[in-house]
T-cell receptor
Framework: AQKVTQAQTEISVVEKEDVTLDCVYE???????LFWYKQPPSGELVFLIR??????QNEISGRYSWNFQKSTSSFNFTITASQVVDSAVYFC????????????FGKGTRLHILP | GAVVSQHPSWVICKSGTSVKIECRSL??????MFWYRQFPKQSLMLMAT?????????EQGVEKDKFLINHASLTLSTLTVTSAHPEDSSFYIC??????????FGPGTRLTVT
């Protein structure tokens, strides 16, 4: 079964605080890809990152960082020094190479950054 | 990066009519495109896989006779919602693979059925 769980439905933090969005996935495949997308109120998905299952290195991009841990099947996303513009819905997603490259999304975490 | 467009960006139609949504890959060829549906405050649900030159593959629970998909060229896939009802009102998003294992999403089409 292929499944992505984002247990946090909604999070509110005050601007400049750090916030971590959790993502736990399930897959039987050894080759798979994990993604994070941002969906602002406009609705258009913004690609943030793609990570393949063989690359467990953590990644940092500006205020964004990702922690991939295969041992716990987690791919968490941290925003450092949050800003109001970070307010959006964030989706974690998974695709498996032998499943026709379909991307399956988690339910999303709605993030509110309060000024 | 690659660009995927959708047309129209929003549409309002009356119950019982059909609506066609276009998804185009603007600067690359896409043999495979995907159609998603997103209800308000919910996640994206994969509806179907659109394959150029062949029949679409629908996910379980998606009515293929209601949601007609045509992938007539390497840059265009269309989704037609037939005999639309208010419960079909949703945000429809398409995506396309570039072949370099990068998938790009369109901006979405908001459908309202009155």
């Amino acid at each position: 079964a292929q499944k992505v769980t984002q247990a946090q439905t909604e999070i509110s933090v005050v601007e400049k605080e750090d916030v971590t969005l959790d993502c736990v996935y399930e897959t039987r495949d050894t080759t798979y890809y994990l993604f994070w997308y941002k969906q602002p109120p406009s609705g258009e998905l913004v690609f943030l990152i793609r990570r393949n299952s063989f690359d467990e290195q953590n990644e940092i991009s500006g205020r964004y960082s990702w922690n991939f841990q295969k041992s716990t099947s987690s791919f968490n996303f941290t925003i450092t020094a949050s800003q109001v513009v970070d307010s959006a819905v964030y989706f974690c997603a998974l695709s498996e190479e032998n499943r026709d490259d379909k991307i399956i999304f988690g339910k999303g975490t709605r993030l509110h950054i309060l000024p | 990066g690659a660009v995927v467009s959708q047309h129209p960006s929003w549409v309002i139609c009356k119950s019982g009519t059909s609506v066609k949504i276009e998804c185009r890959s603007l600067d690359f060829q896409a043999t495979t495109m995907f159609w998603y549906r997103q209800f308000p405050k919910q996640s994206l649900m994969l509806m179907a896989t659109s394959n150029e030159g062949s029949k679409a593959t629908y996910e379980q629970g998606v009515e293929k006779d209601k949601f007609l998909i045509n992938h007539a060229s390497l840059t265009l896939s269309t989704l037609t919602v037939t005999s639309a009802h208010p419960e079909d009102s949703s945000f429809y998003i398409c995506s396309a693979w570039t072949g370099a294992y990068e998938q790009y999403f369109g901006p979405g089409t908001r459908l309202t059925v009155t």
